[in-house]
């Protein structure tokens, strides 16, 4: 079996050195020692290695997607059964996202795999990660963007690109929207936890990305001024979880998003809110940011948005077919 192999940093091929977790030049192929010391079956593998860049995911911009987009376009996948990508866990879920968009039409099982810890720490995750990527390209060879990732003290999980969440806080777990892995991996056998019905529509993409995307969080006494729209080209607004964000000018109209959305749009930048789950009823507050002028991402992670938008915005130059392309569930990201 071939299998290529993308490195890009992160924990999972960092180091330790003077109590700083650091990359290091000789950690990526530590994974494949420890590999090759810990599965079975090793030897009937063949690696092809990549490295388009070397960071901590913390330190990662769009610019690293496309070396990374490039990299692998340069690659004749039709010679691998798979492809399997090492990644920091900071910002796996956009890149996960990012992924799974682009490679929506991909006739091969692609794996991003991360570890909680440096591979040298006994409590690390990576290999164990790392293996199930290797056991699903054997024994599902299903073709799509996928992570796989197991929580400390919980089951391995293999998740849809497009619906990992990030990381969450003061932790090492992830989990997909609305808790919906796509499979659990237990004593060597994988189990479908949800459908995946392969979507039909296909865009032919290139690695052009949106120049700024203002990603803005909601919290109480967010205020609009402090908000600089100079470079700014498009603007996501994060929501809570009810899909709501305030409206109120109870406390000084300088709270309010409907305004800010306002604003926004006599400097004719578009304002995009998601997550929101679309239902027979929402709130006030929801329909009062549509009338606005705020168009609503229905059914997709703050991360799928954020790297639809950039694609949408690098891809595509009339509003139709931006809209049309946001819309569309290309890679499963759509939850209904």
């Not at 009062?288 to 954020?306: C, K, N, T, V």
């Amino acid at each position: 079996m071939k299998i290529l192999l993308v490195f890009t940093g992160g924990t999972i091929g960092s180091s330790i050195d003077k109590g700083a977790i650091n990359t290091s030049n000789n950690t990526p192929f530590l994974l494949l020692e420890l590999f090759n010391q810990h599965y079975v079956d090793a030897h009937n593998l063949q690696f092809t290695t990549l490295q388009p860049y070397y960071l901590l995911s913390e330190n990662l911009a769009p610019k690293a997607w496309t070396d990374l987009i490039t990299a692998l376009v340069a690659q004749n996948l039709d010679e691998y059964d798979g492809v399997i990508i090492t990644h920091g866990t900071d910002t796996l879920s956009y890149t996960a996202a990012l992924l799974g968009l682009y490679f929506h039409n991909v006739n091969k099982p692609m794996l991003l795999v991360s570890s909680h810890q440096p591979l040298t720490q006994p409590q690390a995750n990576g290999l164990a990660n790392f293996i199930c990527a290797i056991e699903f390209i054997k024994k599902i060879n299903q073709p799509g963007v996928y992570v796989a990732y197991q929580n400390p003290g919980q089951p391995m999980l293999i998740h849809l690109a497009t619906r990992l969440a990030s990381c969450l806080p003061l932790s090492s777990d992830f989990i997909s929207v609305r808790h919906q892995a796509y499979m659990r991996y237990e004593n060597g056998h994988f189990t479908q936890l949800t459908e995946k019905n392969r979507p039909h529509s296909r865009f032919l993409l290139k690695a052009e990305f949106a120049h700024t995307i203002t990603l803005i969080r909601p919290y109480p006494g967010l205020d609009y001024r402090t908000i600089n729209l100079d470079t700014v080209q498009i603007v996501l607004h994060d929501l809570y979880h009810s899909g709501t964000a305030c409206t109120s000018s109870a406390f000084g109209k300088h709270y309010q998003l409907t305004e800010f959305v306002q604003l926004c749009q006599t400097q004719h930048i578009p304002v995009y809110l998601a997550p929101a789950y679309q239902s027979e009823a929402c709130y006030q507050t929801t329909l009062d940011l549509q009338q606005a002028g705020a168009e609503i991402l229905w059914g997709i992670s703050i991360e799928a948005a954020y790297a639809k938008l950039l694609l949408a915005y690098g891809n595509f130059y009339e509003q139709h077919s931006i809209l049309q392309f946001l819309t569309t569930d290309i890679a499963h990201e759509h939850i209904y």
